[in-house]
Every structure is written in structure tokens, then in C-alpha cells.
């Protein structure tokens, strides 16, 4: 069983940055894959990025590409997500997950319980 915590949402303004922190817990977590989906009112959950525990592989959707960035503490069992030049179309429930896919989100196992973020014009 894995269990993951998402933190670090809040508010910001367009044009600014925030970093959100999933906190990774549970029997062979690194085994996973870790990824980032977000939600908006309306949408279906959609992928923001991925990467392995134990590589320096990552991948991005286009829509964040070169302005986000995920990242890994392997001694804290830690993933960040890094988001610069946030703007309003970014506003969702950000969260956290573990599993074997890649952008499906249902190949993913493990979900923490999301965190808003909210990108105001």
C-alpha cells in the first residue's frame, strides 16, 4: 500500500510560480512511477507530468512544457512539482499519483487526495 499527501496549493497571481510537494509513504513506493494530473471544474483529470523514482526520466504534457517541472527527493520519498509562469488556464486540483502508466491516468494505482491551486488574471 502507498499512501500520498499532497501540499503547497494556494493562490497566485498570473505570471507567478508555485511549488506543490507530494509526500510518498508505503512498501516499495520506489517501484513506481510518479505522476501529476489536475482536475478543473467540468474536465476530466488530466496528465501534467511523470517521472521514475529511480532515473532522471521525465515527461510532460505539451500544455506545461518548459514551465513546469517535476522533480524527486529520493532520501524524503518527496516529488515536487515546480509550476512558473502560472496562468489562470492552470487553475485546477493538482494530484499526486503512483503507479505503472504513463499519461493514462488509469494506470495509475495510488492517489493522494489533491490540492488546489488557483492562478487568478
Known amino acids: 500500500q502507498v499512501q500520498l499527501v499532497e501540499s503547497g496549493g494556494g493562490l497566485v497571481q498570473a505570471g507567478g510560480s508555485l511549488r506543490i510537494s507530494c509526500a510518498a509513504s508505503g512498501r516499495l513506493v520506489s517501484a513506481y512511477a510518479m505522476g501529476w494530473f489536475r482536475q478543473a471544474p467540468g474536465n476530466e483529470r488530466e496528465f501534467v507530468a511523470r517521472?521514475?523514482?529511480?532515473?532522471?526520466?521525465?515527461y510532460y504534457a505539451d500544455s506545461v512544457k518548459g514551465r513546469f517541472t517535476i522533480s524527486r527527493d529520493n532520501v524524503k520519498n518527496m516529488v515536487y512539482l515546480q509550476m512558473n509562469s502560472l496562468n489562470p488556464e492552470d487553475t485546477a486540483v493538482y494530484y499526486c499519483?503512483?503507479?505503472?502508466?504513463?499519461?493514462?491516468?488509469?494506470?495509475?494505482?495510488?492517489w493522494g487526495q489533491g490540492t488546489q491551486v488557483t492562478v487568478s488574471s
Open positions: 517521472m521514475v523514482w529511480n532515473g532522471a526520466s521525465t
Open positions: 499519483a503512483a503507479g505503472v502508466g504513463f499519461t493514462n491516468p488509469k494506470e495509475y494505482l495510488y
